[in-house]
Structures are given as C-alpha cells and as structure tokens.
C-alpha cells in the first residue's frame, strides 16, 4: 500500500509564504492524480488544488491565484507553493492521491496564518 508522507506545514504571519511536499513511498502513474485538500475545525474538507503528470491542474476558488501546485514524476512528488495567505487558510493539509477508485491520504500537516 503506497504512503504519503508530507512536510512544510507551520505558523506565518497574513501575506507571508509556505511551501508544502507530500512524497509517496512508491513510484506513481502520471495519470494518477495527486493534491492537496484543507479542513479548518467545524469546517468539511474541501480541494485545495489537484494536479495530473502531465500537469494539467484544478484549483479551489478561493486559492485561485495566491496557490500553484506542482510535480515531480521523477521524485513522485507534489508541492504546494502558498503566497499571499489570509487567516481563513488556515487549516490541516491533506495530500491526497487518487489510484483509480481508492483515495489515499496522508497524516495531514498544520497550516497556521496569524493576523
């Protein structure tokens, strides 16, 4: 059973940076597609932004141009580049890889935004 394990949660002042990774333990089809989802307490979970290995990406409306999302098929990794963040994106990051019907999740990492 393939593992992600993700990295680069942590606490940043409003308009500041992240960069989030999520590296799965085996090697990955590039038509799998791979992303990031958020849950903010009392809140469901919602897509943050997906990518396929060709690179075609989705984002969330409300990340639209302040999140990219990118891949490493070499490394089967995927990335979230954060700028411009606001308190209300503050939230547990989930990566997140679809295997045909089955979703794997990660352990989740704390985002923190302070104003």
């Known amino acids: 059973q393939v593992q992600l394990q993700e990295s680069g949660g942590g606490v940043v002042q409003a308009g500041g940076s992240l960069r989030l990774s999520c590296a799965a333990s085996r090697t990955i089809l590039r038509i799998n597609p791979m992303g990031w989802y958020r849950q903010a307490p009392g809140n469901e979970r919602e897509l943050v932004a997906t990518?396929?290995?060709?690179?075609?990406?989705n984002y969330g409306d409300s990340v639209k141009g302040r999140f990219t999302i990118s891949r490493d098929n070499a490394k089967n990794t995927v990335y979230l580049q954060m700028n411009s963040l606001k308190p209300e994106d503050t939230a547990v990051y989930y990566c997140n890889l679809r295997l045909g019907a089955v979703s794997i999740w990660g352990q989740g990492t704390q985002v923190t935004v302070s104003s």
């Open positions: 990518i396929i290995g060709g690179g075609a990406a």
